[in-house]
């Protein structure tokens, strides 16, 4: 792995924490909303709830799964492929 490629993945996984973060300071003010919204209509309320829990739980998965993804590769670079005496890749067998 290049030193390019080691930045680009860090530049990613900052961009992925300030995403976090906009996350946050956007669904706090949501779930009150939500709740506030709970009071008035009780199926509105709900709806906006579970709105508010679905975006929450899947921003931070899939941001999350992505920072981890980019360390992980940072930790351990992929291998060159092994090549045979023709300098061609090997063949995977089953």
Excluded at 32 to 47: E, H, Q
Aim: glycine share 6%.
């Amino acid at each position: 792995m290049g030193v390019a490629d080691r930045e680009q993945l860090e530049a990613w996984i900052a961009q992925s924490r300030r995403t976090q973060q906009r996350l946050r300071y956007a669904l706090v003010p949501a779930a009150l909303a939500a709740l506030a919204v709970l009071m008035w209509s009780r199926p509105l309320g709900a709806l906006c709830l579970v709105s508010v829990a679905i975006v929450a739980t899947f921003g931070f998965w899939i941001t999350g799964g992505h920072i981890t993804e980019w360390e992980t590769k940072i930790r351990n670079p992929p291998k060159p492929p092994e090549l045979n005496q023709y300098g061609r890749r090997r063949r995977e067998r089953d």
